[in-house]
């Protein structure tokens, strides 16, 4: 399959009042026409950050790409002047936001947020552009969308209000979708109902799709690879199943353990102990080491690369080195991928 | 919404009602009469002034036959310009002071929100220091300050512009500044504010991750969000310009409302001073309404709140 996305060492940083703050830290991973690249991680790892490089859109002016490419069909986005991006972005790219209650536009009619982007992008005229915009209100599934076009967002529900966030983002067949959590904010039955309008969309348009998420069982659910993020890094990614069934790095493991499942009986769960690094100053060697049970004595020196796995599967964790001992994940933890393995074979064997 | 602006005109005139009564009682608790001043004036004469124009009879029934007077819109007679009509001396005189008003509330918005507005999307670059700068100095130094020095530099060393009196356009233009640089500095930190905060909310990210450009992310997706709550504030600017008038107007000698109120209140002339009073509590409680209202109509949040009830 050919890639849509290449990324390549992407290095973002922030100007503080107290120093370069590393957020992404030499991120690689490409996606591929037609697939749902998911990618978790905890707060603060750089996901957001890093889809925002990806479309550009880093707070100006103290956040900036400090090195790395970003091929997308080949072209580097990363050199690309503003106003190339500015067509790209919507078009070509486009993004799902966290919070529908904030990411419209609360004085201007949903059909004008919808139709701007196809005036702009496929110079329709302004009819043409409502007949679409109509057309694309019914694709998420708003009931009298020739009604609700000319509504403002406050006259809309959280998740309908997300639907034309999902609208706006499609207008124009985006060839990449971001979207950045994009069901935290919504209540359980409208997430499911959103996650499969997202679905079935990709399926029709055949949109490659990131999706940045906390919840394993959503991962499950939707995405064909997962990259787990910790500080600014991929330090595991690999196909859903090799990361769910095979991790390899302590990090995912405690991912992985900390995660609630339907079935898990004990009440316990596994929590990852200490906190994240700061990424002012980052520390030497493995920047999980000084959280991580397993910690070789390298992993406070030197950094480990990344190590292949499988044709698919790559992690980066001295213990997958040659003269490394053998570990095993906790055996609590062993038990919850059987358990998320088995949230996760109902949505997708219904799609069989 | 009929409905709502009738209420709305409802509790404006028991406003104007409070405030009539109000300035009534006051006026009677100010020292001396009319004739204080007059000391040529008869112990006799005196009597028959007094005796003309009801003030020997008890306050309630002044008060009384002035609301009388006051409903049927007869503001009375000026002590000071025997036997006219306090509501002619009034329209003669408020021409000078709605234009100097307007004049300085429009443009001095317009361009507050204009430099507000460079400020915002040069954020911490020099165009924003700059209009800091200047909102700062506007907003702390008295209008009356600015007025003397305008005189002195533009009328008088320069001589671009008439340096008072009321005698055409070019008449008007150095109290109108004087008076507008108020509401430009504080429409300019307020535009400021607002739409940094704006520029920085998630929908202005999404107009961005639609492809829109820098252009239209500001005036097409920024500026109305920023301008409405500006809204709010234009009523109590054009209060402060009001009462703005009153020291302005006597600086350049201009023949309006404030400085009548003032050589009014010099005088003892009490039908003038409660007239001119509640004329600008008429203006002031119209102004309110009116921003009221417009907030609806800019605002579609709100409209289909009024809309609904
Ligand atoms: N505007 C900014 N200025 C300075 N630092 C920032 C800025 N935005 C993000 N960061 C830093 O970048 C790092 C990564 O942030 P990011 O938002 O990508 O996290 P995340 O993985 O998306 O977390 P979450 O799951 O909470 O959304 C954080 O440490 C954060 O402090
Ligand atoms: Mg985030």
Redesign the pocket.
């Known amino acids: 399959m050919e890639n849509m996305l290449e990324v390549k060492n992407l290095k ?1 940083s ?1 100007d ?1 009042h107290n120093g370069e ?1 590393q ?2 830290r030499g991120v690689n991973f490409n996606l591929k026409k037609g697939e749902t690249l998911a ?1 978790v ?12 490089a990806l479309m550009r859109l ?2 100006k002016p ?2 900036y790409i400090k090195e790395g490419e970003i091929l997308f069909e080949g072209m580097d986005l990363v050199k690309q002047s503003n106003k190339q991006m500015q067509k790209l972005r919507g078009k070509d790219i486009s993004m799902i936001f ?1 919070d529908p209650m904030t990411s419209l536009n609360p004085t201007m009619k949903v059909g004008n947020q919808i139709m701007e982007s196809l005036i702009k992008h496929q110079k329709m005229s302004r009819g043409q552009a409502k007949k679409r915009a109509i057309e694309l209100l019914h694709l998420v599934q708003i009931p009298n969308p020739e009604l609700r076009v000319n509504q403002f967002p406050h006259q809309f529900s959280g998740g309908m209000r997300q639907r034309v966030v999902i609208a706006i983002a499609l207008a124009c067949n985006p060839k990449v979708l971001i979207a ?2 994009p069901t935290t904010a919504l209540d359980v039955t409208i997430q499911a109902e959103i996650l499969d309008l997202m679905k079935d969309i990709q399926k029709e348009m055949d949109t490659s799709i990131i999706f ?1 998420t ?1 919840d394993l069982g959503v991962v499950a659910n939707v995405a064909d690879r997962v990259a787990v ?1 910790y500080a ?1 890094k991929i330090v595991e990614i690999g196909s859903v199943d090799d990361v769910f069934y095979n991790p390899k790095h302590p990090y995912t493991w405690g991912l992985l353990g900390s995660m609630p499942t339907l079935d898990s009986e004990e009440a316990e769960l596994f929590a990852i102990p200490g906190t ?1 690094p700061d ?1 002012l100053n980052p520390p030497e060697g493995d920047a999980f080491s000084s959280r991580n049970q397993f910690a070789l004595e390298i992993d406070f020196k030197e950094e480990p690369p990344m190590f292949q796995v499988s044709e698919t599967h790559f992690a980066a964790t001295w213990l997958l080195h040659e003269y490394a001992p053998n570990i095993e994940p906790p055996a609590s933890v062993k038990k919850r991928m059987r358990g998320i393995a088995s949230t996760a074979s109902g949505p997708k064997g219904d799609e069989q | 919404m009929a409905r709502y602006i009738m209420q709305r005109i409802f509790y404006l005139l028991i406003t104007l009602f409070l405030i009539a009564t109000i300035s009534f009682f006051l006026m009677k608790l100010l020292p001396g009469t009319p004739l204080t001043a007059e000391d040529k004036l008869s112990e006799e004469q005196r009597e028959i002034i007094l005796e003309k124009y009801g003030l020997n009879d008890p306050e309630p029934i002044q008060y009384v036959n002035y609301l009388g007077r006051l409903v049927q819109g007869d503001l009375g007679i000026s002590f000071q310009f025997d036997n006219r009509g306090v509501t002619q001396i009034l329209m003669n005189r408020i021409g000078p002071s709605a234009q100097l008003g307007v004049q300085a509330l429009v443009i001095g918005t317009i361009l507050g929100i204009l430099l507000g507005l460079l400020a915002a999307i040069n954020h911490t670059g020099f165009l924003d220091y700059g209009s800091t700068f200047v909102a700062v100095m506007g907003k702390s130094i008295p209008s009356f300050v600015f007025a003397g020095l305008l005189q002195y530099f533009v009328g008088v060393k320069l001589g671009w512009l008439p340096v008072a009196l009321w005698d055409g356009f070019e008449y008007s233009i150095l109290p109108s500044i004087a008076l507008m640089i108020f509401p430009l500095a504080t429409a300019a930190r307020f535009t400021r504010t607002e739409m940094l905060e704006v520029l920085g909310s998630d929908y202005i990210t999404t107009a961005r991750a639609k492809g829109v450009n820098e252009l239209g992310v500001v005036f097409k997706h920024g500026l109305r969000n920023a301008l409405i709550p500006l809204v709010t504030i234009i009523g109590p600017l054009a209060v402060s310009l009001m009462t703005g008038t009153l020291v302005i107007e006597q600086i350049f000698a201009v023949p309006g409302l404030g400085e009548q109120f003032v050589s009014s209140v010099m005088t003892n002339d009490f039908p003038v001073i409660m007239g001119t009073t509640l004329l600008f509590a008429f203006l002031f409680v119209v102004i309110i309404l009116i921003i009221d209202l417009l907030y609806g109509v800019i605002d579609p949040r709100i409209r289909l709140a009024g809309g609904d009830k």
Do not use: W
């Not at chain 1, 991680?41 to 925002?52: M, Y």
């Open positions: 973002v922030f503080t703050v957020a992404v990618i991680g905890e707060s603060g790892s750089g996901k957001s950050v890093t889809t925002k880093l707070p103290h956040g966290q950045d959590e940045i906390h993020m600014g994240p990424l």
